[in-house]
């Protein structure tokens, strides 16, 4: 693969620091559709422009790559501003494609992967959307108990938490155990990496769960419909479905 | 009998839906469904266990995937039983215990979940299956620790149990990838007959295949059975609702055991792994019952409790007492459930009347007043060093003869010997009016408790082992260098020796007080009671981690 079409593809499956560009875009758009589009769209660009370039991927990019995917998931826990934590685990996340990528994946694997792990996050877009418009902003620690104050919303973000910090069956908890599975035996310190990035995520995740839903309830808000909650479960129950048959069936 | 086996853990994932769908209808006897499907699940394992012990072969019920293979066998059969027993009482207490709480039916359907996820975990007969229910479980148990969501403390101390849990859930992970790497198949009867046929593939950093596995295994046991340095999870893990803390620490703290037996054929081919296994089970056994004892918080002295326990289970497996493990995890989880379960009561009774009778055991424990008449010391250190022996002895004798050629049921024969004498020992100093009584009484429970644990040991080992050369494995696995095995017999046998030399000594020259050593046991006692400041050092290195990771967002602004 030639230099050039690497630093193209670096910017789609992001490695640092042209992931900068993603999450500055991220943070300016603020409509949850477009950041929905951008969240399902972004990497399947990188994986396009790797399709068309046969070249062979150079043994430093996956370090690299793992690399942007560590710094992420790190700086992930000190955020409290739910989009941008959005848009940081989706760049921790995405730059592990290249790790599947180097370790020799079909292209379906590789749009698997890619798209196992935006779909949670796209739900998590429109979830954030939700927050802001009931409460002015999506912060951690401002106002918490929403268990308490909006329930059936709190059950969709704590299933969807869950699905972003790769918990069976989800897609990403399938994509997850292949990247280890295929790079242990091969490359144990770079799968090691990938085991501290999982627990990086996981500890970010409860940090979200903790800031937010825990927390005597205080404020007459409007909780999600009955229609919308059935929405969330089914587009979710879909997720578990394409986990266990798409990724997990490949295993 | 195939669709009895796969009902076992479907039931309480169906009593689960069933309770969050008709809850609102309902309303509090909801809870009434979810036990009744439980007790349905009990009796079905129930049934599986006699068909086992009536002959029944081990059978595998696959699925179409190369993954979602449950496992018939004794092990999954005894631990089912165990796990739907005590989730059924756990189930029946709280109908009235948590009737107050909000959130009633979710904690049933948390329960019912959990209870499905630890079948999965038993039955599994793939590594995938495995790695899902063994990540469900640190994931719903956060959930259920968590209960409260009004409160922030629950969570913070669900956060250490879950975190812990995911380092061993990673190292699981790689354990499963090195075994489908060597072996190429996901399928655990197809890994341990490939174990079985080449057990030298090999590993990495010179190691084989099945020692990595091995090492990561007991990483991922010693994550869940809280072993040192990944213990501090139980003792502060309290907070929780009382039945979620007896399902705990009776049924999702054994998991390790679990592990290694449902591993043994990994682990007995990984040579050294097993005294590393008993090493580390020591040492959690020894920190864990010092800790216990220096507790002024009850449940933290009974978490600690725990911790010692889970300590001996592991070093039972090193010492290749495989199934004695299982007997234990067993044993313990019957007898700290009830303790959890029945404290409330024994709270509610002894704001009354503590109900402890003023004994000679009273007097000496509590009120630590030691014996002013003693028995000759002499006598009692013959009968420290011997009778223990000598009971141990007999009860090894009883199931089998060629015991000296397993050194790890010596080892174990030992520490049943460091107990005695202890005991004995203890017994020395109690003030008591008839000193030959007092000592009949001990020494019968001895020998009650000893030949009883050995016997069922044997059975246990019996059913889940049948093979007779996978039990001679076993013990040659972890028998170790005999200089080694010397030394610690001869160390055992001096500090039982230097202890009655002590006592002798101090009964000549009267009662001292030597002030230099008060100092150094204070200082001791400070570093336990502080708990060896792990728990200081962990919150030390997450402030800093959290520290660092706002500084890299601030250098790099927040993109």
Redo the contacts between chains.
Sequence with gaps: MSLPVLLVAGLFLPLFPFS?LF??LY?RVRHPVLRGVLLLVWPQIGLAIILMSSASIPPWLPVWALLTSL?YA??????RELG?WTSFIATSAWALVWIVLSSGASMTQLQWVGLGISAPLLLMAFLVAGLEHRFGAAYLDLYG?L??TIPRYTTVL?IVI?AIIA???FPT?FA??SI???V??VR?SM??GV?VV??LW??AG?RV??GL????GHRDVVDLKQASLWLYLLLLAGLIVSGVYGL??M? | MEQLITSIPALPIISAILTQALASRLDRRVAWLSVTMLALTFALTVVILVAHLAGFDSQVVGATHSWGILLNDPLSAIMGVLISGISLIVHIYSVRYMAEEPGYARFFVLLDLMTASLLVMVAAGDLITLLVAWHFIGILLYFLLGYDMRRQSPFRYAFWTFITYRIGDIAMVAAAAILYYAYGSWSLTDIFSGIQNNPNVSGLMGMTAVQTAAVLLALAAFARSAQFFLHNWLPYSMDGPTPVSALMHAGIVNAGGFLINRFAPVFVQAGDVLHGLFIVGLVTAVIGSVLMLTQNDVKKSLGYSTMGQMGFMIMECGVGAFSLAIYHLIAHGLFKGTLFLSAGSVINAARGDDGVPKNDLYKFVVERRPAQQRPPWLLMAAITLIVPASVLFMAHWLVSQDFFQKQGVIVLLFFGWVTGAQLIFSTYRMRAESTGRLLTMVLASFTVVVVGYTLIAHAFELFLYPQAYFRELMHSASSFNVLWFDIMVIVTTVVIVLGWLLTYYSERNGKRVRRQPKRVWLSFYALISREFYIADVYAWLTRVTLRFAESLNVWLRWA
Excluded at chain 1, 74 to 79: E, N, P, V
Excluded at chain 1, 213 to 216: K, S
């Design positions: 900068m999450n500055v943070a710094l790190l700086r992930a826990l000190a955020l941008l108990g268990a308490q704590v869950l918990s069976p069956l908890f997850m155990l280890i599975i295929k242990f035996p144990p799968a090691i085991g999982w627990l996981s500890w409860a769960l903790q839903i825990i927390g005597p997990g069936g295993l």
